[in-house]
């Protein structure tokens, strides 16, 4: 049993954002702004969610791959992300960096990547912007989409005692998963409206990194089963606790929720598994032995 | 007398970008998509405008400029564009791609101009996301902004006849005007609010670059009488129609309007320079010696 809290637990990129954050003006107490997976603004009686993601050449592909998979990859990170607060996707925009020595037939078949993905979960491509950058790729995409006030599940609402559940399967997404993967929109949509997450996240940089997120922003601790955490064929716990790229729903659930959770959860997706890993907890200590995720920073300070 | 058209006139940018839209699925006819300055999609009963833009290294800025006046830059390149629809601004969204050899203090002085021009203009930063890149700073930086039905400018509203209107001076940009402009928020609202655009776009590549844009959206060509370009001390008029970065606000008004629109804009911003400087017309053709602006991708073909 690995037992964390969030209190202690920060890497480089969250210990460096919260620097930033204080430079800079915030949305007002009520709206959410940086530190859940999109923002959230009032938009008619509903919420329009705005996020933005990005890939970027030799972090989160190479030039070997290719790019109309990245395409797809670009446009559904932040897919992923929607997915997590139960949201509708609406449109995209999307910016891209070349280098001099990438020409158009490069970006033509990333569009067609952008394009497969936008058709298949309803999202059009609203406006972007191009420029030239001196070595690299790299591409920011930015989707809205479409939430009722009701329906919003956001990092900050588990309590202690609530059932820890993820879907698929963790870790190992280094080998095809992270370029083929399908975001969990309808999953975060159906869990969303049958209200059975008190918070939700996605998993982008391994639930190491993203449980402790999850836990602090809704000021808990937690106990993970480390046995119990699904596995990708070939993963040990270690690598399902720290490759990232798993794309896959954290969520937590009232104990008296679960039981009908997981019975309707067979029935409406009988094909992807949903797996109990664990409780939130009181105690917000984090064991020395709890792996980290992906750390984008973790050598700049 | 320079007279130019949009039907012939395309920068490789603008052809790049025209293929790649060919490939992805587009907002539906009436919602603003790609190819105006900001798109628009219904919220409530007004219009939410969304504009991403960028600036990079080596292109926007170089190393040994001051990193806070970066940071103003690149949230005040996606305000123009807002300015340039009558939009009042909301939330920003903020991604950074980070060279290895760039440690935290370049980003948190990056902020400190974020946060000097967000507090200027009304902007709170409602989220983002970071990521490591092989070499080279880029920033991408998406802006929302609110604005009515009835109140919204598009390049697209321009008739034959139509006069020909910049604000401020032109060219010479990249001395230090590029690092430190106020975009045209209060005067493009002014214009959207008074009823005085036809048709109307920010000045970001060039008159030389942008009119033709404006004309072709308008499905028009130009006139203009090069001696009344507007330009900054030490510049030809190549180069107040060329060198881009200028930030400022390029619009159509119908004459009857024209002679109360010069009027009430000397009350209003008496220290703002406002000239006509032709006008639109049927003929579409453009005139060799129509000098270009600046063009991101005129070597990738």
Wanted: charged residues 25%.
């Amino acid at each position: 049993m690995l037992a964390g809290g969030g209190a202690v637990r920060k890497n480089a990129e969250d210990v460096l954002l919260e620097r930033l954050l204080k430079l800079v003006p915030l949305p007002e107490k009520g709206l959410l702004g940086p530190g859940d997976d999109c923002a959230a603004i009032p938009c008619g009686g509903d919420l329009l969610l705005l996020k933005t993601d990005c890939v970027a050449e030799g972090v989160h592909f190479t030039r070997d791959q290719d790019p109309s998979k990245v395409g797809w990859k670009a446009l559904c990170r932040p897919l992923s992300d929607l997915a997590a607060m139960g949201g509708v996707p609406g449109e995209a925009l999307i910016t891209f960096f070349s280098p001099p020595d990438i020409g158009s037939e490069f970006w033509v078949a990333f569009y067609r990547g952008i394009g497969r993905a936008a058709r298949k979960f309803g999202v059009t491509v609203a406006g972007g912007e191009m420029s030239r950058q001196p070595a690299g790729i790299a591409v920011s995409v930015m989707v809205t989409g479409r939430v009722s006030r009701r329906d919003m599940v956001k990092r900050s609402g588990a309590s202690s005692g609530d059932f820890i559940f993820v879907t698929g399967r963790l870790g190992g997404a280094g080998g095809r998963h992270h370029l083929n993967f399908i975001p969990r929109l309808k999953e975060g949509r159906w869990i969303a409206m049958h209200r059975y997450a008190t918070a939700m996240m996605d998993l982008s940089d391994g639930l190491g990194a993203d449980l402790p997120r999850l836990a602090r922003a809704s000021a808990c601790g937690f106990e993970i089963d480390k046995d119990s955490v699904p596995r990708r064929r070939g993963c040990d716990v270690r690598s399902a606790l720290s490759d990232g790229e798993d794309y896959e729903l954290l969520f937590t659930c009232s104990p008296k929720k679960a039981e009908r959770l997981n019975a309707e959860w067979k029935q409406a997706f009988p094909k992807t598994l949903l797996t109990r890993i664990g409780r939130m907890t009181h105690a917000r200590n984090l064991p020395s032995g709890w792996p980290g995720g992906w750390d984008h920073f973790s050598d700049s300070h």
